[in-house]
């Protein structure tokens, strides 16, 4: 595709539920990102995927929070057991080796 | 432990002067600096990077100016339009041998708003 793309734009659920974020890369970006946007911060990374190599995941908050990259494309980030504090924008990017990162639209979840 | 740091919330300017956003960080590893644009209800947009071994690059209407030995970049935009309004984040990375670590280290934001 053009660019990134994400899905939902956006995500109400109940507390306790499980959700899942999708991020389709640019086609033939090796690296893809996850970050999100809580209210009044800053960007704050969640994982790293290049290539074949094992992500980084140092930044997932806790181990509710999981993603995978299937085929080395499309990744879904999954929040299980959803708490209030995990009510941000999800921000997913792409990028090649060692060039800026581009950004989809972000998935706004607000757990209730 | 916030390593890089936007202090300044929010900068007001007029159409046409020059707008400064400065940002300073603390991680003396970071040899890769960005900068990214926001409007609202999208994706951050790269906007300009610099490399540790420079002190300025230039892009047009935006410069960015890195002060190594003040862990301090800052982004010039001259002459600031108000379709330049938007919230601005820096970003820092370290490159190991060559290869990002792909682990970008962003700001809190400045919202720069641009009067006609």
């Known amino acids: 595709g053009a660019g990134v793309s994400q899905s939902p734009s956006n995500k109400v659920t109940e507390k306790g539920k499980d959700v899942e974020l999708r991020c389709d890369p640019i086609?033939?970006?090796?690296?893809l990102y996850w970050y999100r946007q809580s209210l009044g911060q800053g960007l704050e990374f969640l994982i790293y995927f290049q290539g074949n190599s094992a992500p980084d995941k140092s930044g997932l908050p806790s181990d509710r929070f999981s993603a995978e990259r299937t085929g080395g494309s499309v990744s879904t980030l999954t929040i299980q057991r959803t708490q209030q504090e995990d009510s941000a924008v999800y921000l997913c990017?792409?990028?090649?080796?060692?060039?800026?990162?581009?950004f989809g639209q972000g998935t706004r979840l607000t757990v209730v | 432990d916030q390593q890089v740091k936007q202090n300044s919330p929010s900068l007001s300017v007029q159409e046409g002067r020059i707008s400064i956003l400065n940002c300073d960080y603390t991680?003396?590893?970071?040899?890769?600096f960005l900068w990214y644009k926001k409007y609202p209800a999208e994706g951050p947009t790269f906007l300009i990077s610099?490399?540790?071994?420079?002190d300025k690059n230039e892009d047009g209407r935006f410069t960015v100016f890195l002060n190594k030995s003040a862990k301090h970049l800052s982004l010039h935009i001259v002459p600031s339009q108000p379709g330049d309004s938007a919230v601005y984040f820096c970003?820092?990375?370290?490159?190991?041998?060559?290869?990002?670590?792909?682990?970008?280290?962003f700001g809190q934001g400045t919202i720069l708003t641009v009067h006609p």
């Open positions: 610099i490399s540790s071994i420079k």
């Open positions: 970003a820092a990375e370290t490159f190991a041998g060559g290869t990002s670590y792909g682990k970008l280290t």
């Open positions: 991680n003396s590893m970071f040899d890769y």
């Open positions: 086609s033939g970006h090796t690296a």
């Open positions: 990017a792409s990028s090649l080796v060692n060039t800026e990162a581009f």
